[in-house]
């Protein structure tokens, strides 16, 4: 299980966060953090970093399907065999049906994997919730990618995500993300009731990738 508070950082296909980038980068957590962190890297770096580091992993996303006749899908099995501890389901970059969400949370507990499924509003977030998964992770999706953050931009509605899903199950941790950039945003979203961030730019993107990563972590 991941402990939290938890940052996680999704490395997504950015071109500064794969291959030889992405183990550099999961080193330089590995060795600047001092708090709980994850990443999300994309699936042919998973086995190179889960050998080299004990930074936990996580998939960026797992398909609907049993092992057997498919193409181009990405596996459980697979996933976990590579390094994975758990995935995130459904994010704004690679939404699935309900029923999908359904059948990834269900296999995922069978192998006792970490779920992490990604709403776009807290009545998503709240929905999501009814579902099981270890985690909510609310993420508005007009913010990803840019400068100014969730926390700090829609505080009402982090606050609104963690009440709808304390309600529908108070076992589900909340995390929120969409341009945390600094320890302000991390600080500001642990205040309105979250078990920590999900984020991409502000880490892979940055220059000092260290100091970035102390500072993060200063405000959990
Ligand atoms: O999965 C995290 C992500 O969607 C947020 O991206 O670049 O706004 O931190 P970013």
Not at 4 to 20: A, C, D, L, M
């Amino acid at each position: 299980m991941l402990e939290s508070p938890i940052i996680i950082v999704n490395y997504k296909t950015y071109s500064q966060s794969i291959g030889k980038d992405a183990l550099k980068l999961t080193k330089t957590i590995e060795k600047t953090s001092e708090k709980n962190w994850a990443v999300c890297p994309q699936p042919n770096d998973m086995r190179m970093l889960s050998e080299n580091t004990n930074v936990p992993i996580l998939s960026q996303h797992i398909d609907p399907i049993d092992p057997g006749s498919n193409t181009g899908d990405l596996l459980l099995e697979t996933m976990k065999d590579s390094g994975a501890e758990g995935t995130l389901i459904n994010h704004s970059e690679k939404r699935l049906k309900l029923s999908s969400i359904e059948k990834v949370v269900g296999r995922c507990k069978e192998k006792d994997m970490v779920t992490i499924i990604c709403a776009n509003n807290p009545l998503v977030a709240g929905s999501a919730a009814a579902l099981g998964p270890d985690f909510v992770a609310y993420e508005p999706p007009e913010l990803i990618g840019g400068d100014i953050s969730v926390s700090t931009a829609k505080p009402e509605l982090v606050e609104e995500a963690v009440k709808r899903v304390e309600k529908i199950d108070p076992d589900v941790g909340v995390l929120c993300g969409a341009g945390v950039k600094d320890s302000e945003d991390v600080k500001a979203a642990i205040e309105l009731g979250t078990e920590g961030v999900l984020l991409a730019s502000g880490v892979v993107k940055t220059e000092d990738k260290k100091e970035v990563i102390k500072d993060l972590e200063s405000g959990l």
